[in-house]
């Protein structure tokens, strides 16, 4: 499993896995593209992917946020963190999936 954290960290090294489970391999050079491709600011700028380009009058608004890990830290009160993790360990408490809400990554960059 792979998830957004992970990215973050080591973008090739997921690509290459999810290659593999594909039955795929790629030279480096198409996975240094694929990083390149996919950044937050590249997807921000591609009106494919955000339809709200054209409408923006923020120059800097997005429908993508950050994309940095643990930003949901700067929108949640303490409070409001209480909340959720109770509601979310009675609700996930079957759930053997490793989700991580933090993390200090090795850097904390864009994509």
Known sequence: M????????DFQGCAKKIAKFLGQSYPIDFYQNLERACSIDKMRNNKALDPTIAHR????SSMFRKGVIGDWQNHFTVEQNKKFDAIYKTRMKDCD???RFTMQPKYNAKL
């Not at 009058?57 to 800097?60: A, I, Q």
Request: glycine share 0%.
């Open 2 to 9: 792979l998830s957004y954290e992970d990215l973050i960290v």
């Open 57 to 60: 009058t923020d120059k800097n």
């Open 97 to 99: 999936i490793p989700i």
